[in-house]
Antibody
Framework: QVQLVQSGAEVKKPGASVKVSCKAS????????MHWVRQAPGQGLEWMGI????????SYAQKFQGRVTMTRDTSTSTVYMELSSLRSEDTAVYYC??????????????????WGQGTLVTVSS | SSELTQDPAVSVALGQTVRITCQGD??????ASWYQQKPGQAPVLVIYGKNNRPSGIPDRFSGSSSGNTASLTITGAQAEDEADYYC????????????FGGGTKLTVL
């Protein structure tokens, strides 16, 4: 069965960096794009970016450009999200989510079918 | 980049029907997907595409789309449907970007 298992909670000081991992199993790792989504306490979901595990290409939300780096290790079926120059507003639960693309009645659709359990990152001095 | 707009909160009486909407320019080009999130849990897909339910999602959940608006309808809302609901779509720029709506908190009275 498909599983996305994320690394544990982190506490970081302002200005530091954090690297969160998401280990995939139960499917062909390189066949599905992976996204990162975060949720600040009491707030909504915020899309951060996407990585193609096959070639490693990425696209990031403009808000995070220059601060976020998404990478992958195909040997361990793991994707990583590193966020730098942390500030208190980055305190959030970070999720990885697998994207699936299907064609129904000749129409293409994209959605997130599996999510990791979430990783709480706390930024505090 | 695109934006998706949702009403912050909606309420429905037990057993009645409720519609949650999501508006945005990108919805003229791409279908929305809908996610249910309960406190302390990861989001769960409930509707994708025009009106497709993943396995395990009750058939009281349905979706529709018209112009720049996507809708999630719950027909015969149950107490366990009380949750936050988020729409998501591709960005209208046509690249790989995605965007979430701000979320709608559904209260079942």
């Amino acid at each position: 069965q498909v599983q996305l298992v994320q690394s544990g909670a982190e506490v970081k000081k302002p200005g530091a960096s954090v690297k969160v991992s998401c280990k995939a199993s139960g499917y062909t790792f390189t066949s599905y794009y992976m996204h990162w989504v975060r949720q600040a306490p009491g707030q909504g979901l915020e899309w951060m970016g996407i990585i193609n595990p096959s070639g490693g290409s990425t696209s990031y939300a403009q808000k995070f450009q220059g601060r976020v780096t998404m990478t992958r290790d195909t040997s361990t079926s793991t994707v990583y999200m590193e966020l730098s120059s942390l500030r208190s507003e980055d305190t959030a639960v970070y999720y990885c989510a697998r994207e699936i693309v299907v064609v129904v009645a000749a129409e293409k659709m994209w959605y997130f079918d599996y999510w990791g359990q979430g990783t709480l990152v706390t930024v505090s001095s | 980049s695109s934006e998706l707009t949702q009403d912050p909160a909606v309420s429905v009486a037990l057993g009645q029907t409720v519609r949650i909407t999501c508006q945005g320019d990108s919805l003229r080009s791409y279908y929305a997907s809908w996610y249910q999130q309960k406190p302390g849990q990861a989001p769960v897909l409930v509707i994708y595409g025009k009106n497709n339910r993943p396995s395990g999602i009750p058939d009281r959940f349905s979706g529709s789309s018209s112009g720049n608006t996507a809708s999630l309808t719950i027909t015969g809302a149950q107490a366990e449907d009380e949750a936050d609901y988020y729409c998501n779509s591709r960005d209208s720029s046509g690249n790989h970007l995605r965007v979430f709506g701000g979320g709608t908190k559904l209260t079942v009275l």
